[in-house]
């Protein structure tokens, strides 16, 4: 029987709900669980695909294509599993699967309601998710009050009835303010939330206490009180800044068993523990993240880096997430220095100062010539690259200008350009729709024997995940090799160029596809553990 446990948000978004749920499923496997993790967004976009990254953060691409919210990433990051697209359940996702089946007749003779036709559907979805696992964590985006939490609410509550109160726990992430006026932990957002929360019938088990500082015993029991929890329920979580192994997401599991979480989730679940957790790698990965050995400085050059008057590099979490589990491997601290690829164009950074360069994926043109001039800096310097995606249509297009001597473009920025080095995939060629119809998900490429990149990763065949319409033009395939680029790997039917590289450079790699989406903090992704070995 799958134990199903509900994490819902109070007071403020951007708690850390998703890494304390990443978190608490981590715990759970280190006792020896299988565990999976669904998250619900309740915006009526069927997915994050068509959302803007500086407003909702990277767009997380699953195995099987799915374009979903970043907070899965974390879950795949904690679990060390593939979490496929059905775990991200949608607002849009639910009236759409109703609507089309009420247009075939499936509910024929029926009023179709809110309720119960919603939350329904909401609960077959958490339960198919949560099939052929021991246990099933539900992140619920928002924060309660939300009038979109309603159903996904509903649906939980429904849950617990139908599955009985041992298998279904609740847990509420929420965060007490210190107003800089009077410097004081206040209690009362996390009340009001609590309330709230009931008011939708969910009676929470665990509180889980955000904030700026540690929560006092005075507040603790402020809470217990207040929300009628069991004695040792209300966990502090303060910010991971400012001690000595802060900074870094991966040590909130760590905290969390400083307060037994995971024996308190298993008694109210009535578990019994497989196996004794061994912290001992992971604890140890979260100390080279914290306090390297060394650090290098690495410059991203992306586009989706300003919003307002802030710098939100949310855009690329699972890059930044992928040097960071490259540095701990290697013990050195990696500095990211997120640097906007119009500053480029406009000469305003001076790039010697970094020990690789990195550009991302990407979209439009808008920056374009800014990556291009990163790209021929670190290639006439030789300062280590890394590209991807974007990143490696950037880099054909430098090869194709500077060294092949051709007036090249890519022609998702530039129509007319005489030499479209880069052009659209013939299969996208007619798509009109927008959501869901890039080239999605893992693709097999097949490496050339001997290569720097077979090397890498130690064979001739991976896999890694995609995100894009347009490839390097095969028409130009030999031009470029001629000229020395090697491409690397390719599709299996030899068409699309998945991976090139540059000889004799310290590091000169590029792909087509996105190996961050499968780095994890203890198994880097093999291209960026490479990347930072060489900047080092
Ligand atoms: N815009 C490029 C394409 O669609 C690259 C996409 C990406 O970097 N994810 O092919």
Redesign the pocket.
Known sequence: MTKYIFVSGGVISGVGKGVATASIGRILKEYGFSVTAVKIDPYINCDAGTMRPTEHGEVWVTEDGGEIDQDLGNYERFLEIPILKSNAITTGQIYKELIEKERRGDFLGETVSFIPHVPDEVKKRIAKAGEGYDICLIEIGGVIGDYENIPFLFAAKSLELEMGYENVCHIMVTYLPVPGHIEEMKTKPTQLAIKMLRENGIQPDFILCRGKFPLDNVRKQKIERYSNVQPGHVISAPDVVGEETANTIYVVPLNFEKDNLGEKLMKRLELEKIKEPNWEAWGEMVRRTTNPSSSIDIAIVGKYLDIGDFQLTDSYLSVSAALSHAGAANDVGVNIHWIGAKKIEEKEIDLSKYDGILVP???GNSGVEGKIGAVQYARENDIPYLG???GL?MAVIEFARNVCGLDANTS?VDKEVAHKIIDILPEQIGIDKKGGT?RLGAYEAFLKEGSGIAKIYGSNKVSERH?????VNSEYHEALEENGLVISGKSEDGRLAEFIEIPGKKFFFATQS?PEFKSCPMKPAPMFDAFVRACM
């Open positions: 994926g990407g979209f991807l995606c974007y249509q998702e890039m995100r894009h319409r347009y490839e996105h």
